[in-house]
């Protein structure tokens, strides 16, 4: 018979010892430093426009293609001087003094001859797409002129109509959505929930592999029973993992919360500058050019689904508890935690298969393929946490995923704990898959 004051202690001891260490606190506290930091350097490099203008010369034999291009970017495209040659251009290009030229031959607009674009490698791909861009643009305007299209019709060719994304929640209220920063976000979620399940479960083989090598767990286990320790076990170090979960949870939490606020009172104290400059400027006292208000209501969709951050608890816990087992019946059974890699590959698979599997779901989430990955017990845990952001997932199957991985978990702790309970107290042989499997038979 089990004893569950003996789990509790054991409970106890597990997270008190693991949750007051140095490097518990730390983690927990720079992890979500980095990764707001990262994000922000992420948008700084995106919005940044801090690189040198590029300068290309254009040599336009059309005569019709210059103008339009300097009126897209006058500081990148550069005339021909009239004493210039191509082979002096080259040797500018050559010696860094230009980045490149583009070449427009006369019979480029008549008889679509390609243009040629020769540079010094500089700028990248961004740089080429950039200026590929401004050719096309400026090539559809004059042969939609050469062949009088009236301004409206080109007005209308050059038009970026908006899709505004909108969802619809439980309650059927269509509410503002985004299926990239939704996808982003499922990505994350699971890369999270692989680094739980593959991180903490090989602290729990490490710990359990010191304790028997160092003959503390014959101390221990003359106390309570082996099944008793790995439930102990199992249960503290995903207290552990739970704690640090929920205060990162609860860190991204407020900042969501006060990012609006924050955000809306730096624009208004902006926007009163401003407007006090028109007013001062202005002779009449009205700042009617004053620009509007900017539209925040974007930053509701980083906050959190209370419900949603109850499955992500329930499918981590269980997936931790399921691969954990495993990961404590490898550290009974060996001696070392080089003995050990011999068995993770069969545990890890499936672990990195689940997070590999995440990107495609991210894309499809409603493809078959994505319902088997979120259903099959060793790859749920990620992979239904991730399809349930990116996408709407109906309650059965999110409650047959569980189901699935309740059985999963019990079937996978009565084989853990019959390797663990003949492992623990045996030393100096190495076992291989052959030996567990007479162990399970024994037990």
């Given at each position: 018979m089990v004893n569950y004051s003996k789990i509790w202690l054991i409970i106890k001891r597990e997270y008190k010892t693991r949750v007051q260490t140095k490097s518990f606190l730390l983690s927990t506290l720079l992890t979500p430093l980095l990764i707001l930091g990262f994000m922000g350097f992420i948008i700084f490099m995106t919005l940044s426009d801090n690189e040198a203008?590029?300068?290309?010369?254009?040599?336009?034999?059309?005569?019709?293609?210059?103008?339009?291009l300097t009126q897209l970017d006058a500081t990148r495209y550069q005339p021909i001087s009239a004493n210039q040659t191509i082979d002096q251009i080259r040797e500018l290009v050559m010696e860094d003094e230009?980045?490149?030229?583009?070449?427009?031959?006369?019979?480029?607009?008549?008889?679509?001859?390609?243009?040629?674009?020769?540079?010094?490698?500089?700028?990248?791909?961004?740089?080429?797409?950039?200026?590929?861009?401004?050719?096309?643009?400026?090539?559809?305007q004059i042969r939609l002129k050469d062949n009088d299209v009236s301004e409206a019709v080109i007005a209308i060719f050059e038009e970026r109509p908006a899709v505004e994304n909108r969802r619809l929640n439980e309650e059927g209220v269509d509410e503002q959505s985004n299926a990239f920063l939704s996808s982003i976000g499922g990505i994350l979620i699971g890369v999270f929930i692989f680094i739980g399940l593959f991180g903490y479960g090989a602290v729990l083989m490490r710990s359990v592999i010191e304790e028997k090598t160092s003959r503390i767990v014959e101390i221990i286990?003359?106390?309570?029973?082996?099944?008793?320790?790995?439930?102990?076990?199992?249960?503290?170090?995903?207290?552990v993992a739970l704690t640090q979960f929920s205060l990162w949870i609860a860190t991204y939490a407020g900042v969501s919360i006060l990012a609006a606020p924050v955000a809306q009172f730096f624009i208004n104290q902006r926007m009163g500058d401003v407007q006090n400059t028109l007013i001062a400027n202005d002779s009449s006292g009205t700042a009617a050019t004053?620009?509007?208000?900017?539209?925040?209501?974007?930053?509701?969709?980083?906050?959190?689904?209370?419900?949603?951050?109850?499955?992500?608890?329930?499918?981590?816990?269980?997936?931790?508890?399921?691969?954990?087992?495993?990961?404590?019946?490898i550290g009974a059974a060996v001696d070392s935690e080089q003995d050990s890699q011999q068995?993770?590959?069969?545990?890890?698979?499936?672990?990195?298969?689940?997070?590999?599997?995440?990107?495609?779901?991210?894309?499809?989430?409603?493809?078959?393929?994505a319902i088997v990955a979120s259903l099959f017990p060793l790859t749920s845990p990620i992979n239904m946490v991730t399809r349930m952001l990116v996408s709407y997932v109906s309650f059965w199957e999110v409650a047959l995923s569980i189901v699935l991985l309740i059985l999963s978990l019990i079937g996978m702790l009565l084989l853990a704990a019959r390797i663990y309970r003949t492992g623990i107290l045996m030393y100096g042989k190495k076992p291989t898959f052959k030996e567990l499997f007479k162990w399970l038979k024994q037990a």
């Open positions: 203008p590029k300068q290309v010369v254009v040599i336009d034999e059309t005569g019709r293609m210059f103008k339009p230009l980045d490149g030229y583009v070449l427009f031959e006369r019979t480029f607009l008549s008889e679509g001859t390609p243009a040629s674009f020769i540079h010094n490698g500089s700028g990248g791909i961004t740089f080429f797409e950039s200026l590929q861009s401004d050719v096309r643009d400026v090539t559809r286990t003359s106390s309570v029973k082996p099944i008793e320790l790995m439930l102990g076990k199992l249960l503290g170090v995903c207290l004053a620009p509007a208000d900017i539209d925040l209501s974007f930053l509701e969709q980083f906050s959190i689904d209370p419900v949603f951050i109850l499955y992500f608890f329930v499918f981590f816990v269980l997936g931790f508890l399921m691969y954990s087992s495993i990961f404590a019946a068995f993770m590959t069969p545990v890890m698979l499936p672990i990195l298969l689940g997070y590999m599997l995440n990107f495609r779901i991210a894309e499809a989430p409603d493809s078959t393929f």
